[in-house]
T-cell receptor, first 109, second 116 residues
Framework: GQNIDQPTEMTATEGAIVQINCTYQ??????LFWYQQHAGEAPTFLSY??LDGLEEKGRFSSFLSRSKGYSYLLLKELQMKDSASYLC??????????WGAGTKLIIKP | GAVVSQHPSWVICKSGTSVKIECRSL??????MFWYRQFPKQSLMLMAT?????????EQGVEKDKFLINHASLTLSTLTVTSAHPEDSSFYIC????????????FGPGTRLTVL
């Protein structure tokens, strides 16, 4: 079967750095996405990785290792507004998105 | 970026009634749209893939006669929840892809459905 694993919840301090991991087992791979979702709102796109390596976009970076079936989202200089759920999703061989359950990130002052 | 809208943003209805949710791509033509459902504290669950001009493809366990999907144009897909029951109360989200792009899905803001 297809499976995406990420931690259920993480807590971090304002101004700090946090890394949210995602491991996946899918039938084929056509890219990995990270989305941010605030409570009661739809997901918003953060990053897309299809090749191995690190993609940096401002305070957010995303890393991919296809051989290990592993990705992480790195958030720097955390702000209170970063409190949200972070969803990892993989596009499989049929170009269908397989979603992780999401990681709820709690930022404390 | 691309903009996807949904209407209504929230709806409360009585059990047994039908509710229609619209999903529009405002600044691009979407040959493929997706309908998701999300229960509280759970991840997105894909309900169906909607292709313009053809029948929707439903995920396993999703009743196609209960959740009617129509993708009549390149900018509009509708989801009708027929004979709604309280267990259908959920957050319904649509997304759309631009033609030829096998990457990002653009999400609508979601519709909160509450069935009394």
């Amino acid at each position: 079967g297809q499976n995406i694993d990420q931690p259920t919840e993480m807590t971090a301090t304002e101004g700090a750095i946090v890394q949210i991991n995602c491991t996946y087992q899918t039938s084929g791979f056509n890219g990995l996405f990270w989305y941010q979702q605030h409570a009661g709102e739809a997901p918003t796109f953060l990053s897309y990785n299809v090749l191995d390596g690190l993609e940096e976009k401002g305070r957010f970076s995303s890393f991919l290792s296809r051989s290990k079936g592993y990705s992480y989202l790195l958030l720097k200089e955390l702000q209170m507004k970063d409190s949200a759920s972070y969803l990892c999703a993989v596009k499989d061989s049929n170009y269908q998105l397989i979603w992780g359950a999401g990681t709820k990130l709690i930022i404390k002052p | 970026g691309a903009v996807v809208s949904q209407h209504p943003s929230w709806v409360i209805c009585k059990s047994g009634t039908s509710v229609k949710i619209e999903c529009r791509s405002l600044d691009f033509q979407a040959t493929t749209m997706f309908w998701y459902r999300q229960f509280p504290k759970q991840s997105l669950m894909l309900m169906a893939t909607s292709n313009e001009g053809s029948k929707a493809t439903y995920e396993q366990g999703v009743e196609k006669d209960k959740f009617l999907i129509n993708h009549a144009s390149l900018t509009l897909s509708t989801l009708t929840v027929t004979s709604a029951h309280p267990e259908d109360s959920s957050f319904y989200i649509c997304s759309a892809m631009r033609p030829g792009e096998a990457s990002e899905q653009f999400f609508g803001p979601g519709t909160r459905l509450t069935v009394l």
